[in-house]
């Protein structure tokens, strides 16, 4: 669970390293955009004169934007998931603290894991991200105070409800991740998973929150769904698929996993 505050610290600079990167990547194409509007400029007076140098900057700024998509291409792709039969019960119960001191004293946290949980398959470490970004976004959603309930339920996804959530019918686990908080606009729902989008001022929001979250769930064969009403609270919830068979105990015995004593 520890480790899931300082993957959150991670992102936060990863979401600088990502903004500053775009950053860069902008004033080079506003390099290359000036230097072939000079060069337009010029073919269109029939001055051939120094074309070259333009043509070698716009060259050069684009050889360096190229170099910049590698480098955070090669840096994504480091976030592979390792999926493992989990128990997200114990996931759940394993971070309620960590949780509680992430919102504040003036949110109550509801934790509600009914017994005979189904065991799901996906990354554990990835989803305590997903979890405390969901109880982080909610936090910020409820300044003064209010109540966040952390849910976990199986749930049959069935061919109609599948098709129209773009799943794979069958047995999921449900994770619901619910606030009493200011809500979300329907243009706020619709723009919610875009990388970068963000609107929380500037300094406090990445946009990238849940964008992570959708792109976990969405790898793992899940899917994510918000509920919101503006004034009145919103509700995320993940589904990820249902893996036949007992929760594996982490190797390095990480308590996400079913634990021995059960
Ligand atoms: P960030 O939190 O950095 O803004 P996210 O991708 O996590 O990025 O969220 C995008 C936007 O969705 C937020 O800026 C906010 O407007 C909205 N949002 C997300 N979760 C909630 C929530 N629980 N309540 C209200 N709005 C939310």
Redesign the pocket.
Known sequence: AEDALRQAQKMEAV?QLTGGLAHDFNNLLTGIVGSLDLLHRRAAQGRYGDMDRYIAAARGAADRAAALTHRLLAFSRQQTLDPRPTDLNALVHGMADLLRRAIGPHITLEVDTPDALWTTLCDPHQLENALL??C???R??MPRSGRLSVATANSRMDAAEAKARDMVPGPYVALRVA?T????APE?IAR??EPF????PQG????????M?YGFARQSGGQVRID?TPGR??T?TIYLPRCEGEAEIDPGGHRLAAPLTA
């Open positions: 979401g970004n969901l982080i976004n909610a910020d959603a606030d908080g200011t809500g979300m706020v919610a998973f989008f963000t609107t929380k406090q929001g990445t946009g990238l929150g849940l964008s979250v919101s609270g919103t995320v």
